[in-house]
């Protein structure tokens, strides 16, 4: 069993609210052109499918998904190759490792909007590879349904797949596993009518850092805040911890 993550709870909360908004719409749809230039088709890109899953269940409009796979594919008449992956490393009030990633057409611009929200909540933006030591790159698949998840045949499927650990509250559920089982895992948890909701490659934190409750981590929290709603950030992970209250 993984160890509980209150940051994975806030992150999903605040998922339902950022997705009203138009910065997520962006994200998602640079997502879906980057991944469409392994091909258009997404029975044959799981990077694609999963894209669009997320941005569908986000609510983004059928147009945006279409012209976001026509541009990344080289179907459409703007240049799907103007955006790269990029990645940022740095550290939060507290010593808390943070790691970010982007889909940027400008890396100068990026970086210095970074190194703003940085500074602004008692943070810096480091050189690459100070951070990302703490972090390994995972699979995960997150299941949220209407009715606590039934644990036992759940996990009897699990058995059967490479997984790595797994969180399960009440209705929800997060399931890691190493990159190259990843789509073997989404389909079979979808195949069994469990409640998929997406899936994704993301950094799993290797070493924690304990923030309890005060200014640190409300600090950090308006850190991570800021980060997550620039248009360029595709995604921030970073290893914090918060111990239970007694």
């Not at 976001?68 to 594919?73: E, F, M, N, R």
């Not at 759940?154 to 009440?170: A, D, M, P, R, W």
Request: some cysteine; charged content about 25%.
């Amino acid at each position: 069993m993984a160890g509980h993550s209150k940051w994975s709870q806030i992150k999903r909360q605040k998922a339902v609210v950022d997705a009203k908004r138009g910065v997520v719409f962006t994200r998602l749809a640079r997502e879906i052109t980057v991944a469409a230039r392994q091909g258009a088709d997404p029975a044959g890109n799981f990077q694609l499918r999963t894209a669009l899953e997320k941005a569908r269940a986000a609510g983004v409009p059928n147009a945006n998904i279409e012209r976001a796979i026509a541009k990344g594919s080289g179907q459409g008449s703007e240049d799907g190759d103007s955006f790269e992956e990029v990645r940022y490393e740095g550290y939060g009030p507290g010593g808390v490792a943070v790691l970010v990633e982007a889909f940027t057409d400008n890396r100068n611009r990026t970086a210095a909007d970074l190194r703003l929200a940085f500074g602004k909540n008692g943070g810096n933006l480091g050189e690459s590879g100070c951070g990302a030591y703490l972090f390994a790159q995972r699979g995960v698949v997150w299941l949220e349904g209407d009715s606590p998840l039934d644990e036992e045949p759940l996990l009897e499927l699990l058995l059967e797949q490479e997984v790595l650990s797994y969180e399960l509250e009440g209705p929800q559920g997060e399931i890691w596993c190493e990159l190259p089982a990843l789509e073997r895992l989404h389909r079979s948890l979808t195949e069994g009518g469990w409640p998929v909701q997406g899936a994704e490659l993301r950094w799993q934190p290797q070493t924690l850092i304990a923030l309890a409750a005060g200014e640190q981590l409300s600090q950090l929290e308006r850190l991570l805040d800021s980060l997550e709603n620039l248009d360029d950030v595709r995604s921030v992970s970073c290893n914090l911890t918060v111990p239970e209250a007694n």
